[in-house]
Nanobody, 127 residues
């Protein structure tokens, strides 16, 4: 049983910051990829940032590079997404996901094995 519990979403003005947390249980921590994806209603889900929890390799979508930082706390089996300089176009439902393999192709980041998903947390950025 894999459980991913997200927290930290909310509403913020453009230029502000938020930190999302994903607490993972049932995940073989050091041999997995954990990441953040987002979806705007009516659009496809987009990979935002992923971290390989074993090697700490990170992947970022071009749209968030330099503004978002993904990190992990091994003592808490938790992955964080620090989001700075937020823009209205960052408004979306953000989902945590975990899977065994991941990577990046061009600007697309993804978990390449069948991932587990959290329930999501809403991020709203107003102009």
């Amino acid at each position: 049983q894999v459980d991913l519990v997200e927290s930290g979403g909310g509403s913020v003005q453009a230029g502000g910051s938020l930190r999302l947390s994903c607490a993972a249980s049932g995940v073989f921590w050091k041999r997995n990829c954990v990441g953040w994806f987002r979806r705007v209603s009516g659009e496809e889900r987009e990979g935002v940032a992923i971290i390989n929890t074993g090697g700490r390799t990170t992947y970022y979508a071009d749209s968030v590079k330099g503004r978002f930082t993904i990190s992990q706390d091994n003592t808490k089996n938790t992955v964080y997404l620090q989001m700075n300089s937020l823009k209205p176009e960052d408004t979306a439902m953000y989902y945590c996901a975990a899977g065994q393999t991941c990577g990046q192709s061009g600007s697309t980041v993804r978990i390449t094995s069948s991932p587990y998903w959290g329930q999501g947390t809403q991020v709203t950025v107003s102009s």
